[in-house]
């Protein structure tokens, strides 16, 4: 592949302040654009799939690169903290390690220098591997726009391929991530056509832990990635596991039933039916790994 | 056509440079500066023929902008010998044979350099996942993988 020229021109703005950010939003509409790493936005802008005339750099808002973790409130990443910054992050690590896990499984180590947690999420492609571990942490988006700030639960903020719940004059500022159940477990397992460094043919997220309200003494939570319009819950699987014993058999049966929940597509990288089976792997995989760390 | 005024640190020298918005971090290097190590592979964040140090972390340079970069530290191959003397990773990197055609080598070398500073001692598989984003086509691997173990045992970057 001969190396595609340079960006095509455009305003850079480097800006002090979230208002500052939904007044040329609401002003300059499609023609400005908010970015933080550009992994996303500058390669989409050099294939002239978008033509920005501003690009916003919103990395510098106040409190954007922060990463806060509270033994109450539980843990708020600024929109801006990169993938790196999430993976080695001491608080993510000991309380969220699934979180760790699923940024540092992003792209290379010098693309997880600049790549960011907020970009991955507004990107929304199906693809976006820190969106199964959000939607299993239930985590909420924390937007910011011309009525002020808003909360979006990830399970209601990916909407279709590129497409969120946010408005044209909001950004998102933060991702929020209540304190995990006690005693909780998860993994990511993301399979590419390299072991690590593509983008995933199939993510799943699993995370589980014990809940004397569920029949079964456990609840999970599975989520997936690329194999569906949007990074979505396997909300049939997770419920065979709340009310079956959990081991080998309901663990068959839900990865069976997470397969039937995903309606993926042909594309370069995997076919639909390749990727259906693949689901159903991971997340028997996934099961028997975080019910190992559980019993 | 926005242009800005920035202030770099180059391989330690300052340099005020006017760069328009939509310049990237290797075109400022490559075309403003005359520093040719950074390779322009694929302009897409793939190859990492492209990277450098921005303030001691390797990034892809075709992915951030110069006016990026302003007030910060940027250190490409160039930078990595000391007054004539190679890196005892530069040195591995000859004794092993680990260039070919040599385009990927500013860039593994940025990459390693970084992986040695930050893990002295790395094992293969962390060797392997720190250069995922470094692609070769010509060596294999093998001898970039046995270079860096050997500069590792050496006493690091
Ligand atoms: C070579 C390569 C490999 C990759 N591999 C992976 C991979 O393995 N897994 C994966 O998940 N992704 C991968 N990606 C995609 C990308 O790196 C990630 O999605 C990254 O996290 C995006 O973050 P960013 O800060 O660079 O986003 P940006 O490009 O800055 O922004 C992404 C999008 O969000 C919008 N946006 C940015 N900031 C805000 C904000 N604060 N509020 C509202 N909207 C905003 C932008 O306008 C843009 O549309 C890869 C990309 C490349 C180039
Ligand atoms: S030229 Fe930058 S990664 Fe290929
Ligand atoms: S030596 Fe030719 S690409 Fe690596």
């Known amino acids: 592949m001969l190396a595609r020229p340079g960006l095509p021109r455009f305003d850079y703005v480097r800006a002090e302040t979230a208002d500052e950010v939904v007044r040329l939003l609401q002003e300059r509409g499609e023609a400005a654009r908010p970015f933080m790493g550009g992994t996303d936005l500058f390669v989409r802008m050099r294939d002239g799939v978008i033509h920005p005339q501003v690009v916003v750099d919103v990395k510098y808002l106040p409190g954007i690169r922060d990463v806060v973790y509270d033994a109450q409130a539980g843990l708020t990443v600024g929109a801006a903290v990169t993938m790196n910054e999430v993976a080695r992050h001491p608080d993510v690590v000991a309380h969220y390690p699934l979180l760790a896990e699923a940024a540092n499984s992003v792209a290379s180590y010098q693309l997880r220098n600049r790549a960011t947690l907020g970009g991955n999420l507004c990107n929304a492609s199906p693809a976006a591997d820190t969106a199964p571990a959000t939607l299993v942490l239930e985590g909420r988006i924390v937007l910011y726009g011309p009525d002020g700030e808003r909360e979006v639960p990830a399970t209601e903020f990916f909407l279709g391929p590129g497409k969120t719940a946010r408005g044209p004059a909001e950004i998102v500022t933060a991702i929020r991530y209540p304190l995990p159940p006690k005693g909780a477990a998860g993994r990511y397992l993301k399979l590419g056509r390299n072991k690590v460094g593509d983008l995933s043919i199939v993510g799943v997220a699993v995370f589980g832990f014990p809940d004397e309200t569920a029949p079964s003494g456990y609840r999970f939570r599975i989520g997936l990635a690329s194999v569906a319009p949007v990074p979505l819950r396997a909300t049939a699987a997770e419920e065979i596991l709340a009310e079956e014993p959990p081991g080998e058999e309901t663990f068959v049966k839900a990865a069976e039933e997470a397969m039937n929940e995903a309606s993926p597509i042909d594309d370069v990288r995997a076919s639909a039916a390749y990727r259906k089976a693949m689901v159903r792997a991971l997340t028997l995989r996934g099961l028997r790994a975080v019910w190992e760390q559980l019993a | ?157």
Request: hydrophobic share 40%.
């Open chain 2, 1 to 157: 056509m926005g242009m800005h005024s920035i202030t770099v640190t180059v391989n330690g020298e300052k340099e005020y440079l006017e760069v328009p918005s939509h310049m990237t971090l290797l075109q400022m290097l490559r075309e403003k500066l005359a520093i040719t190590g950074p390779k322009n592979g694929c302009s897409a964040g793939e190859c990492g023929a492209c990277t450098v140090l921005l303030d001691g972390e390797p990034v892809n340079s075709c992915m951030v902008l110069a006016v990026e970069v302003d007030g910060h530290e940027v250190v490409t191959v160039e930078g990595l010998a000391k007054e004539g003397q190679l890196t005892p990773l530069q040195q591995a990197f000859i004794e092993h044979n680990a260039v070919q055609c040599g385009f990927c080598t500013p860039g593994m070398l940025i990459s390693a350099e970084a992986l040695l500073k930050r893990n002295p001692h790395p094992t293969e598989e962390e060797i392997k996942e720190a250069l995922v984003g470094n692609l070769c086509r010509c060596t294999g691997y093998i001898r970039i993988i046995r270079a860096v173990q050997t500069a590792a045992e050496k006493g690091g970057a």
